[in-house]
């Protein structure tokens, strides 16, 4: 039983590439959550899923998209790559919201 | 946006002294619910504790003890007799309905030998 697995585990991007961080879960959970953790700091929501074919937006939606296409999967796609995004990406999940969440081990990210 | 305060940045004790990480959250809601997780150096996050609106007993697990104050809207974490392997970032947390989480900016623990 893998859990929440992310990759990649560490990034480096240019400023404007483009590129999509991976989360898949065999827990058969409904909900899958994207944050990011900025140094110091704790975790903002990104974006969200209840289920597949079902996303909404976050806290801090701008410069992301997802998709929901399986329930096992919720890749998370950087289109223009800005120093801003640099952080560590959580992917999570749980079967009901009332649940503990799930973690990923997290991608570091660099915008360079 | 209703917030989750960790009021203590950093917190540095000698081991075997007991420490208290304070959390105290925001809430609009009657159903809600309370998380602790712990963030060791190796970055992943591990949950410790859930607690819902309705339910203010104290837990007890181990050296690890909760106590949830609906009255204060408090969330408390102690850790008795601490350990250098206790040393991490905890992180203390609020869920309602379907939304994710809302985290607390979290509390750097230091234990030193």
């Known amino acids: 039983n893998a859990g929440v697995t992310q990759t990649p585990k560490f990034r480096i991007l240019k400023i404007g590439q483009s590129m999509t961080l991976q989360c898949t879960q065999d827990?058969?959970?409904?909900?899958m959550y994207w944050y990011r953790q900025d140094p110091g700091m704790g975790l903002k929501l990104i974006y969200y899923?209840?289920?597949?074919?079902?996303?909404d937006k976050g806290e801090v939606p701008n410069g992301y998209n997802v998709s929901r296409s399986t329930t096992e999967d919720f890749p998370l796609r950087l289109e223009l790559a800005a120093p801003s995004q640099t952080s560590v990406y959580f992917c999570?999940?749980?079967?009901?919201?009332?649940?503990?969440?799930?973690f990923g081990d997290g991608t570091r990210l660099s915008i360079l | 946006a209703q917030k989750v305060t960790q009021a203590q940045t950093e917190i540095s004790v000698v081991e075997k002294e007991d420490v208290t990480l304070d959390c105290v959250y925001e809430?609009?809601?009657?159903?809600?619910?309370l998380f602790w997780y712990k963030q060791p150096p190796s970055g992943e996050l591990v949950f410790l504790i859930r607690?819902?609106?309705?339910?203010?007993q104290n837990e007890i697990s181990g050296r690890y003890s909760w106590n949830f104050q609906k009255s204060t809207s408090s969330f408390n974490f102690t850790i008795t007799a601490s350990q250098v392997v206790d040393s991490a970032v905890y992180f203390c947390?609020?869920?309602?309905?379907?939304?994710?989480?809302?985290f607390g900016s979290g509390t750097r623990l230091q234990v030193q030998p």
């Open positions: 999570a999940s749980t079967l009901n919201s009332n649940q503990p969440q799930h």
């Open positions: 827990m058969n959970h409904n909900y």
């Open positions: 899923s209840v289920g597949a074919g079902i996303t």
């Open positions: 809430t609009r809601d009657t159903t809600y619910y």
């Open positions: 607690r819902n609106s309705f339910d203010e």
């Open positions: 947390a609020r869920g309602t309905g379907r939304r994710a989480l809302t």
